[in-house]
């Protein structure tokens, strides 16, 4: 395997976490890793929330958008090297055949979108899925890829999601 490696987050919804998680990698992977997210089912639009974390983490938002994995599984589409799904609906649900058998790891995020109670609660469930997917994507981004072989690499992926 060498760089630039192509990354791709999945979740149910695409509107949240594997949002933020592609926000993440796309700035602190850049130049080594390209990122994106999709979702079995999106939900066609990104969670207010979702933003404010990215925005307040001094991230970009550009070109975020909820979108279907089917994207990714068409000829023409990026190669992708590693696949995390960081959502239990979307580790359990069968995932299209990808071309190249990338990488796989499942990072269950509890989902902030789902929690009831006041904003302040709302708010600090995104921000505490925020920093799991920030702190997960620190600890991908300081494996040796280039020199770990795959079984290896495998063995480190699942290791994060653990963590």
């Avoid at 602190?28 to 969670?47: D, L, T, V």
């Avoid at 995390?84 to 071309?99: M, Q």
Wanted: overall charge negative; hydrophobic content about 40%.
């Amino acid at each position: 395997m060498t760089a630039p490696y192509n990354v791709l987050f999945l979740c149910t919804g695409n509107s949240a976490r594997s949002i933020m998680a592609e926000a993440i990698l796309k700035q602190k992977g850049k130049g080594a890793f390209s990122s994106y997210s999709a979702g079995s089912h999106p939900s066609g639009a990104i969670r207010p929330e979702a933003l404010q974390q990215i925005e307040a983490a001094g991230l970009s938002t550009e070109g975020l958008r909820s979108k279907s994995w089917d994207e990714f599984a068409v000829p023409n589409a990026p190669h992708i090297n590693f696949i995390f799904t960081v959502c239990d609906n979307a580790a359990n649900e069968v995932c299209p055949v990808w071309p190249g058998h990338p990488m796989t790891a499942h990072w269950g995020i509890t989902d902030p979108a789902a929690v009831q109670g006041t904003p302040e609660e709302k708010a600090r469930a995104f921000c505490d899925a925020f920093t799991v997917l920030d702190r997960r994507i620190s600890l991908f981004l300081s494996l040796p890829l280039s020199t770990l072989e795959n079984l290896a690499i495998q063995r480190e992926l699942d290791s994060i999601g653990k963590q």
